[in-house]
């Protein structure tokens, strides 16, 4: 399945003392840092499931090596970044995979205490690697037979651009830059919305994603993992406005899976759907043509799966304090419209957040459903 090239070729700084022929002092050795790239985030050139099937067959190929007295391709240091990239990008995908070792030492170290070494060991560590790593393999081929099968019908077609969230102040100003390949440039306002700039692919958008682009984009290099989460945690509850409901779906979803966040999908406030240039008073007080511009929270699921959550005041179904038919008509219409598109939209009434206590039992409990159904 896979065809993603893990190594580079360098030359080989012992080639004239191994008394190689100038032509062939050049060496193939794992990339190091495109394989730290791809645990840290999804690549534009490396698709998840591909990724994953090269690096299990890889690792399960040099350990078979390893463990049966074969010299292996890949150093200690090379088989450590290659094991601890396939458990991060495997979890991003929903596949457990937790070997009770790290690098060849402590996989040494392990066959010795099950008992596999002495006579026979050859073929205990053998058929232990296959019992390890086939059904990580069959997962993997199911995963990509899903996609294949539900190619254009699950999830939203077309590729994500211009993920636009998180916005504290005036809306922003956009042009086309590029109308051909729909390359849009925030001209005004942009230090108010936060835009996503990376690739995503069929795994989604991740805590762990958006806070590495975060680290980036604010400048946080010297940062702690925990000091980037919570600047990043800091700018998204600001984009809510003071808004009681929201703020508590928000610190509800990340309260609840704070000791487990970076593989979980990202919860994205105040997220640009349409985007109409004019505002409410250029257009006379007259509602946008494009109907809902901003959904309220959005999250990212693999398989190109968008969840809209709504968190609905008075205002979406009021005019003041009176119940208007043409307001809850124009919701559901938009609701009809974006689940056609093949959104899914979940709404939460006003209501049933008066009580804070019982709201956040019913959302924690909602979280828990929603990850159980799109998560795997």
């Known amino acids: 399945m896979s065809a993603i090239n893990f190594f580079i070729e360098e030359e080989d700084p012992e080639w004239d003392l191994k008394g190689l022929d100038p032509e062939h002092r050049m060496r193939s050795v794992l990339d190091i840092a495109f394989i730290d790239r791809l645990r840290t985030a999804p690549q534009a050139d490396a698709d998840d499931i591909e990724t994953a099937y090269g690096l299990a067959e890889l690792a399960k190929t040099e350990l078979t090596a390893f463990g049966t007295g074969q010299e292996p391709r890949l150093s200690a240091e090379e088989i450590t970044a290659a094991l601890r990239t396939l458990r991060t990008v495997l979890r991003r995908l929903g596949i457990a995979f937790d070997p009770p070792f790290r690098d060849f030492g402590s996989f040494r170290d392990y066959w010795i205490e099950q008992g596999m070494a002495g006579g026979g060991g050859y073929a205990a560590r ?67 919305c936060l835009v996503y700039d990376r690739p995503l692919q069929d795994s989604g958008l991740t805590w762990g994603e958006l806070a590495a682009w975060w680290r980036a984009m604010a400048q946080l290099n010297d ?40 593989a979980l999908p990202a919860l994205l406030p105040q997220v640009y759907l349409h985007y109409d240039p004019l505002t409410l008073r250029q257009r006379g007080g007259r509602p946008s043509v494009l109907m809902r511009e901003r959904m309220d929270f959005l999250l990212l699921f693999p398989a190109n799966v968008r969840i809209v959550l709504e968190v609905d005041g008075k205002q979406h179904y009021a005019e003041g304090d009176v119940a208007s038919p043409r307001l809850y008509a124009q919701m559901m219409t938009e ?42």
């Open 126 to 192: 053998r058929g232990y690697l296959n019992r390890l790593f086939n059904p990580v393999l069959a997962n993997l081929d199911e995963l990509d037979e899903q996609r294949a099968t539900h190619a254009g019908v699950k999830g939203v077609d077309g590729q994500l651009k211009n993920l636009i969230f998180a916005s504290t102040g005036p809306k922003p100003e956009i042009v086309l830059r590029d109308a051909v390949s729909n390359v849009i440039e925030v001209t005004s306002n942009a230090e108010f």
């Open 223 to 262: 940062a702690t993992d925990l000091e980037v989460a919570r600047a990043l945690y800091e700018r998204l509850l600001a984009s809510m406005n003071e808004n009681e409901a929201e703020q508590l779906v928000f610190r509800t979803y990340c309260e609840r899976y704070r000791d487990e966040p970076t």
């Open 335 to 376: 609701d009809r419209r974006i689940r056609l598109r093949g959104y899914e939209v979940y709404r939460f009434g006003g209501d049933e957040f008066t009580d804070k206590g019982a709201a956040t039992t019913m959302l924690r409990s909602f979280f828990d459903d929603l990850l159980a159904r799109y998560a795997a």
